[in-house]
C-alpha cells in the first residue's frame, strides 16, 4: 500500500508538471496561412455554412469542428490540448495494462505520452493547425484498437444474471460505437486519411476471427459478431453525417473537393498523361494540361478555366516561366474554376468535369491520349520511374530514424500569439476569441515561478530523455524479435508472440507511410516539411509498437522459463529431446485470451 500511494503521489506530480509545461508554452495561431490554419479556423465560425469563399471545402472540416468545440467549451486551447494528451496517455496506459497485466508498464506507458516532445514541438505540437491534433489522437485510436482486440463482447448469458449481461453489452457497444466515430474523426482530419483504413479494416477482421474461434453455440458466436461489427458500421455513419453536412449547405455529398469527386478526377488524369517534362517536382506540365484540353470538347468551351491555370495566380505569367509544383494544379483548379463556372455551384461543376472525364478516359482508350508507363503508388500522386522511386528509400529511413532520436528537425517552441498586426487585425483577433484566448494579453506567464525560457529549457532534457528511452526501446524490440521468432519456430503460441507481432506490423506500417509521404513531399525540397508531415503520423505506431516490445518481451521471457521447466520435467519419461517439448498454449487459446 505504501508503494502504491507514492506511485500515485509520484504520477500526481508528473501530470502537474506537465500542465504547467501546457500553460506557459502556450498554442500559437498562425492567422496569415490562408490555406492552412486561418482556412479551417474559418470552418469553426458559426457563419461557415453559408460561406461564399472558393476554399470553403478545399480541405476536411474536422478540425474545424474541433475548434467550434474548444469555442463553445469556453476552455483555453492550452488546457483543451493538455486535455487531449492526458487522455491519450490515459487510454494507452490502460490498453497496454489489459494487454499484458504488468503494472509498471502501464506507468511507463502513461509518461511516454503525456511527456511526449511533439506535444511541444513548434509545428507539430503548439501550432494550432489539424497535425497537432493528429498525434494524440492517433495514440487515442491505436489505445481503442488495443481494447477492442481485448474486449468480451458478449459473456456467456449463462453464468452470468441477465441484467449483467444486458449492462455488459450496453457497455460493449457503446465503446465500439465510440471506436468507430473516434476513427472517422481521425479520417476526416486530413484529406490522405484513407491510409488509417487497412489497419482499421485489420484489426476487425482479426476480431472477427477471435470470435469465431471462441467456445459457444452458433447463436452466440453470430451475435458477438454482428456486435463486433459496430465500428465499422459508426465509422461509416459518422462521415456520412459529414457529407450529408456538406450536401445541405453546400450541395455536394463530399468530404472535400480538391481531392475528392470530379475536379480531383480531373487533375488525376491529367498526372497520367504521358510526358516527357513530368517530373517528381513538376506533376502537371505544361504539355499535360495542353493535351487533356486537346481532346476535351467540353473543356474546351469554358476556355477561361484552362487560360486562368496557365497565366493565373501560381502560375502567373506563364506556365512555363512558373510550371506549377507537387499538388498546386489542385489549388489552381479551385481559384480557375471560381473564375469561370464559379464554386457556390457545385453540382453544376461536378456534372462538368464527369463530362470532361469521360472525354479523356475515351481518349486514353482510342489512342488519342498515350498513359504513362512510370509507376504510381495512388491516383492523387505523380507517376515514377523505378530510378525515382528508389530515390524514396533513403528520405523514408530518414524520418524512421528522426522519429526515435528527434536529432535534427525538431524545433523547440518559439512562435508567440500577437496582436499588432495591421490588415489581419480583425481576423486575427475572430481566431483568438474563438481559442479563448485573451486578445489583449495572448501569452501571460500563468506561472510564476516558470516562464518561456525555462519550460524551453525543460523540453530539451525530455526530448534527451525521450531519445534514450526509444533507443533502449529498440534493443528490446530487437530482442522480441529473436525470441518471437524462436517462440515461433518451436509452435510455442503465447501474448508476447502476439504482442511482437503486432508491433512488427505497426513498424512496417509506418514505414509505408513513410515512404508515401516522400513520394508526395519531394517536391518541396525541405527536410522539415518531410518531418512535419511524416513524424507526427508515424509516432503513434512507432510508439505503440516499441511499448508492445516491452510487454512482449516480458512474456516471452516468461514463455521461456515456462518451456524450460516444461522439457526439464517431461524429458526424462518421454525420452525425447528438450527442443520438442511444447506449452499448453494454442493459437486459438491465446486468442481467446486476447
Known amino acids: 500500500m505504501p508503494s502504491q500511494c507514492i506511485l500515485a503521489v509520484l504520477l500526481t506530480l508528473l501530470t502537474f508538471g506537465r500542465l504547467a509545461l501546457s500553460l506557459t508554452l502556450h498554442m500559437w495561431y498562425a492567422y496569415t496561412q490562408r490555406a492552412d490554419d486561418a482556412l479551417l479556423m474559418s470552418y469553426s465560425l458559426p457563419e461557415y455554412p453559408h460561406s461564399h469563399d472558393y476554399y470553403k471545402l478545399a480541405k476536411n472540416q474536422a478540425y474545424g469542428f474541433f475548434l467550434r468545440f474548444v469555442s463553445w467549451s469556453h476552455i483555453n486551447i492550452d488546457l483543451v490540448y493538455f486535455g487531449v494528451w492526458l487522455l491519450a496517455a490515459l487510454c494507452t496506459a490502460f ?95 486530413k484529406e490522405d486519411s484513407v491510409w488509417l483504413l487497412p489497419m482499421f479494416v485489420f484489426v476487425v477482421i482479426v476480431k472477427l476471427i477471435q ?52 475536379v480531383a478526377g480531373f487533375v488525376s488524369r491529367v498526372y497520367q498523361v504521358k510526358s516527357d517534362h513530368q517530373t517528381p517536382y513538376i506533376w502537371a506540365p505544361a504539355d499535360s494540361l495542353d493535351a487533356v484540353e486537346r481532346v476535351s470538347p467540353t473543356l474546351q468551351s469554358k476556355p477561361e478555366i484552362m487560360d486562368y491555370v496557365q497565366h493565373k495566380d501560381f502560375a502567373a505569367p506563364d506556365i512555363h516561366i512558373h510550371p506549377l509544383e507537387g499538388d498546386f494544379l489542385t489549388w489552381q483548379m479551385i481559384a480557375a474554376i471560381d473564375n469561370s463556372i464559379g464554386m457556390d455551384h457545385e453540382p453544376q461543376i461536378q456534372d462538368f468535369f464527369r463530362s470532361v472525364n469521360q472525354e479523356i478516359d475515351a481518349a486514353f482508350h482510342n489512342g488519342d491520349l498515350k498513359h504513362t508507363n512510370k509507376i504510381a503508388l495512388s491516383s492523387s500522386l505523380p507517376a515514377r520511374t523505378p530510378a525515382q522511386i528508389g530515390d524514396l528509400f533513403g528520405p523514408s529511413f530518414d ?69 534514450i528511452a526509444n533507443l533502449a526501446a529498440c534493443l528490446a524490440f530487437a530482442l522480441t524479435l529473436v525470441l518471437g521468432a524462436k517462440q515461433l519456430w518451436y509452435k510455442h503460441w503465447n501474448v508476447g508472440l502476439a504482442a511482437t507481432g503486432l508491433s512488427l506490423c505497426l513498424v512496417l506500417y509506418a514505414f509505408v507511410y513513410a515512404f508515401s509521404v516522400a513520394w508526395f513531399i519531394e517536391y518541396t525540397r525541405t527536410a522539415y516539411y518531410q518531418f512535419f508531415f511524416t513524424v507526427g503520423s508515424i509516432t503513434p505506431l512507432i510508439g505503440v509498437a516499441l511499448l508492445l516490445s516491452l510487454g512482449s518481451l516480458v512474456s516471452l521471457q516468461q514463455a521461456e522459463t515456462l518451456n524450460s521447466r516444461a522439457q526439464h520435467r517431461r524429458a526424462p519419461h518421454r525420452g525425447q529431446p528438450s527442443h520438442k517439448a511444447r506449452t499448453n498454449l494454442t493459437l486459438p487459446r491465446v486468442i481467446r485470451q486476447l
Open 95 to 189: 490498453a497496454l495494462y489489459r494487454f499484458f497485466h504488468i503494472t509498471w508498464l502501464a506507468v511507463v506507458s502513461y509518461c511516454y505520452i503525456l511527456y511526449n516532445p511533439l506535444a511541444f514541438e513548434n509545428w507539430l505540437g503548439t501550432r494550432i493547425y489539424r497535425n497537432s491534433l493528429i498525434v494524440p489522437s492517433l495514440f487515442i485510436l491505436l489505445a481503442l484498437l488495443v481494447l477492442y482486440l481485448t474486449s468480451t463482447p458478449l459473456p456467456q448469458s449463462g453464468k452470468f444474471r441477465p441484467f449483467i449481461v444486458g449492462t455488459w453489452v450496453a457497455g460493449q457497444v457503446l465503446f465500439y460505437c465510440l471506436l468507430g466515430a473516434v476513427f472517422a474523426f481521425i479520417y476526416d482530419l
Open 399 to 467: 524520418m524512421m530514424g528522426d522519429t526515435l532520436t528527434l536529432a535534427r528537425y525538431y524545433e523547440l517552441p518559439h512562435n508567440r500569439n500577437t496582436t499588432n498586426i495591421g490588415k489581419h487585425a480583425i481576423p486575427n483577433r475572430i481566431g483568438l476569441r474563438q481559442l479563448n484566448i485573451d486578445i489583449h494579453n495572448p501569452n501571460p506567464q500563468v506561472l510564476p515561478w516558470l516562464n518561456m525560457e525555462q519550460a524551453r529549457a525543460i523540453v530539451q532534457v525530455i526530448v534527451v530523455i525521450y531519445r
Open 211 to 262: 470470435i469465431l474461434r471462441m467456445h459457444g453455440s452458433w447463436m452466440y458466436r453470430g451475435i458477438a459478431l454482428s456486435i463486433c461489427l459496430l465500428p465499422l458500421l459508426s465509422a461509416a455513419v459518422t462521415v456520412k453525417a459529414v457529407t450529408t453536412y456538406n450536401k445541405r449547405n453546400f450541395g455536394i455529398a463530399l468530404l472535400n473537393t480538391r481531392t475528392q469527386g470530379q
